[in-house]
């Protein structure tokens, strides 16, 4: 508990925003660093294309136009933070966390300029891959939010190097797993235990969110092992958890994949060559209109289970055809 206590939370706030502008927000949101906020707060809270499934009802239109409470697990930048700032265009409260304090921090300040208030954004430094860790910001969300709507486990990395198995470095391998795979179950976990605690409802009212690999994706991904595999081991995670739930009787909590497809992070840059940052810069999508997209269906999901997409395979093929002139003649290797 003494530890916990000396954990402070970044709490940050910005000028009014409307609705009006919130498609704005959403564009400008990766500029904000031309703007300079005031010092951060410290406090220290006591403690320190989607496939529907079920009906709609007047409650959920409510709560959809509601703002909601959001949990996002490696926001610090990438398409967490886009995801974040997306979220507070609408009004959302959100909770972030990242392992490095000074990133989180330096997040939290950007966001400032999208958020409606001085206690919308909330940030905790977490490394996901620790169970303590993770449970400590449970604990935190649960104090500063109260509830949760919305679960993001979006944490994640590709490896600090591109190469064969066998080429890694075991702590490499290690790493990547804790943090896509063993930070999801973490994740869920806590979450589950948060959503229960809340108000029952017949139908899912609490959701959380996965970032796993469809086999089309792991198939065309020359990321290295770890990656892939954690990733794929991500998708079951959210099919066996729907599972359970359903099995357990547990109708209030909905468990679904999002599948971002290429996105243009340093996640998909590190140990790249000249020639496949290339490929890259064609292909992949920026964090902010990714984002965009995706999170109005975060907001207004229904259902059990199911799968949120920013472009479909065949819209991926017909990328790839667009800029085919382009890849010619470059190889991703030299």
């Known amino acids: ?16 925003a409307t609705r009006g502008n919130a498609r704005l927000l959403r564009l400008r949101h990766a500029r904000i660093l031309t703007h300079s906020p005031p010092p951060l707060a410290l406090d220290y809270c006591g403690l320190f294309s989607s496939k529907m499934q079920g009906m709609t009802t007047e409650t959920d239109i409510m709560q959809q136009q509601a703002p909601l409470h959001v949990v996002i697990t490696g ?21 972030i966390c990242a392992r490095n304090p ?50 993001i486990n979006n944490a994640g990395t590709a490896g600090r190097q591109k190469r064969p198995l066998w080429a890694l470095a ?33 139908q899912p009212r609490y959701h959380i969110f996965n970032l796993g690999f469809t086999r089309f994706g792991a198939n065309h991904s020359r990321t290295p092992v770890p990656h892939k595999a954690s990733k794929l081991g991500v998708a079951a995670v959210t099919r066996y958890l729907a599972q359970e739930l359903k099995e357990q009787g547990v109708h209030s909590i909905g468990v679904h994949e999002i599948s971002p497809g290429l996105v243009n992070t340093e996640l ?28 109005p269906q975060i907001r207004n999901i229904r259902g059990a289970t199911s799968t949120l997409t920013y472009r479909s395979q065949l819209g991926m093929l017909l990328r790839v055809a667009r800029h085919l002139p382009s890849l010619l003649g470059k190889r991703l290797d030299r």
């Open 1 to 16: 508990m003494t530890d916990l206590l000396t954990r402070a939370s970044v709490v940050v706030g910005t000028p009014k």
């Open 75 to 95: 926001a610090s930048r990438g398409l967490g933070f886009a995801l974040a700032a997306a979220h507070l265009s609408y009004g959302d409260r959100i909770a």
């Open 102 to 151: 000074a990133n989180l921090e330096r997040a939290c300040e950007q966001l400032r300029a999208v958020a409606e208030a001085d206690d919308q954004v909330i940030g905790f430094p977490c490394d996901v891959g620790s169970p303590q860790q993770v449970a400590n910001f449970a604990d935190f969300v649960k104090c500063r939010l109260g509830h949760v709507d919305r679960w």
């Open 170 to 202: 075991n702590e490499d391998i290690a790493a990547t797993n804790a943090t896509n795979l063993s930070s999801v179950l973490l994740g869920c976990a806590e979450a589950v235990r948060l959503m229960r605690s809340q108000e029952t409802a017949r």
């Open 268 to 295: 998909l840059l590190t140990d790249t060559t000249p020639a496949a940052q290339t490929i890259i810069a064609l292909l992949a999508e920026p964090p902010e209109p990714v984002a965009a997209t995706l999170v």
